[in-house]
């Protein structure tokens, strides 16, 4: 994805800054190694001629050739051996009138010498920088003593344009260690701007900073749940709708989904290697509806991205639905009785048997009245009257024998729309338990309902084969544990829904066996506690 405009990309602009940085180091290193060089080298002459001077001054031929008419016959030839050993450029040896008795250039013998002499007829050692007969030069000048009288001056020197000499072949020196540095800061800082291209995939700085813009406009604005985790299912970005619907903590950002939690089976769904939409999963008071994706980026695999919508609400009106559905069926079916018993009668009466047709037309209407008004009686709530009333026509039709034993308070605290979700899933469940039963008399279904000023509690008894206790210890995390999917038994996501509206009203849903025979589930809703 490129962004409008034609700007430098970022991992180039670190190369450009990294180069100019690498450059104005090596040239200032360099610099201020000349710099420190020249002194060095200066200063090293002037320690080197003070030596030189101070060995001749010492030296017992030079005394005793003063004492002769012709000390220059003995003092040349030695001064000349010396500043050849010693690589210095002149040694100059004086009377203390300045008269030369040694030099280079033997037509200067006998020449006063030129220059400063400082403190040197007094005994001291003198060190300038001064320009001859050989230019510039760094010079020193010291005393000849003799029975600690001054008889004689000693100058040594080595000339600027010998110190300059040594001093290029050590910058050379220095130059080339500057070029190799050189050289490995720019081969760095090219691998750093090539890795840091592939990082920011060639983009540049204002392009990053809209991008970081725009897309945290939008993680905030959607209303979908979004969570990032990368290929080691560490989180890596969580908007607030993902916050919310999972419980997320602020500092999720950096965490495995491991630690955070989260149901096993949603964990396997954001680490999950295929992509996977629109599942069903119980996380905590919610039922979710997540679609997962593993997301790539040339052809690399980077983590996944998974997508969550709040399908709570819209399952609960589902099984509302669900239950006016099969209310409907079951007035069908009644509407079709009907219709039969009308026929009955009406042939009664053409056979000339009006009594025989009254008393079955009152039959009939007694009993179905009876029903309604014990159902109704037991059950306010019009709502549950009428899934009660439907399940007893649809128990009727399969040949079961359902019983409805207590009454809920006329003004419940609790919804009936969860009343609806936990009396229609456990009497589903028990009628898919009892109709696999050989025998109908056998087909028990028993309900009963107990209310009190703190709980209302209901439970649903069956004839059927039952739970097993491995089965017991996991039906109700059925949705909690594993994918929410149609299980074996009738066994969907009715019992998680169940479990569901039990914790929001602060009870507990009870998997036992029931006196008849089969499974019996003991569900326990305190009064007022609804946590929403």
Not at 207 to 216: D, G, K, L, N, V
Not at 477 to 493: E, F, N, P, S
Request: glycine share 10%; no cysteine; net charge negative.
């Amino acid at each position: 994805m490129r962004w409008p405009g034609n700007q430098m990309s970022v991992a180039r602009q670190v190369l450009v800054l990294q180069v100019v940085v690498v450059v104005v180091l090596v040239v200032a290193s360099l610099s201020l190694a000349t710099y420190d060089a020249r002194r060095d080298a200066r200063a090293s002459a002037g320690q080197r001629a003070v030596a030189v001077a101070l060995a001749v001054a010492d030296a017992p031929t030079v005394v005793d050739a003063l004492a002769t008419a012709d000390p220059s016959a003995a003092i040349q030839p030695y001064a000349e051996r010396v500043r050849v050993d010693a690589e210095v450029d002149f040694v100059v040896v004086m009377d203390l009138d300045r008269t030369r008795y040694s030099h280079p250039d033997v037509s200067l013998l006998g020449k006063p010498f030129v220059g400063d002499l400082g403190g040197a007829p007094r005994g001291a050692v003198f060190t300038q920088q001064y320009t001859g007969s050989l230019g510039p030069s760094i010079r020193s000048v010291v005393p000849v003593l003799d029975d600690g009288r001054v008889v004689a001056l000693v100058s040594v020197g080595i000339t600027i344009a010998s110190i300059d000499r040594q001093l290029r072949d050590d910058l050379a020196l220095i130059a080339t260690s500057a070029a190799l540095v050189l050289a490995v800061g720019l081969i760095g800082a090219w691998l750093v701007a090539r890795r840091l291209r592939r990082q920011t995939h060639g983009l540049g700085e204002q392009e990053m900073a809209r991008m970081y813009e725009y897309y945290s406009a939008v993680l905030h604005a959607v209303r979908e749940g979004l969570l990032l985790v990368d290929s080691r299912g560490v989180v890596q970005l969580v908007n607030d709708e993902a916050r919310r619907l999972l419980d997320l903590p602020e500092d999720v950002v950096g965490r495995s989904v491991h630690d955070l939690g989260l149901a096993p089976g949603l964990v396997a769904a954001a680490l999950g290697g295929t992509a996977e939409s629109d599942d069903l999963y119980l996380a905590g008071d919610r039922m979710l509806l997540v679609s997962s994706a593993p997301a790539a980026w040339e052809g690399r695999d980077v983590g996944a991205v998974v997508t969550l919508r709040d399908h709570t609400e819209l399952r609960s009106v589902t099984g509302e639905l669900d239950v006016v559905r099969g209310l409907t069926d079951s007035l069908r079916a009644q509407n079709h009785e009907a219709a039969n018993r009308l026929h009955t009668v009406v042939s009664l009466i053409e056979m000339g048997r009006p009594d025989e047709a009254v008393d079955f037309a009152t039959e009939e209407l007694q009993v179905a009245q009876l029903l309604t008004d014990r159902v109704v009686g037991a059950v306010g709530d019009p709502v549950v009257a009428a899934l009660l009333l439907g399940k007893t026509s649809d128990a009727v039709e399969r040949g079961i024998e359902l019983s409805i034993t207590g009454a809920l308070p006329e003004q419940s605290a609790i919804p009936a729309r969860d009343l609806v979700t936990v009396l229609g899933n456990l009497v589903d469940n028990a009628f898919d338990a009892v109709s696999a039963l050989p025998a109908p008399q056998g087909r028990r279904v028993e309900v009963q309902i107990e209310a009190s000023d703190v709980e209302l509690r209901i439970r649903v008894a069956d004839s059927g084969p039952g739970v097993d206790v491995a089965d017991a210890e996991r039906i109700l995390d059925l949705g909690w544990t594993t994918k929410v999917t149609t299980a074996q038994g009738g066994r969907g996501i009715g019992l998680a829904l169940v479990q569901q509206v039990a914790r929001r009203h602060g009870g507990r849903v009870v998997v036992g066996t029931s006196a008849i025979g089969g499974a019996e589930l003991d569900v326990t809703l305190r009064l007022g506690e609804a946590q929403r």
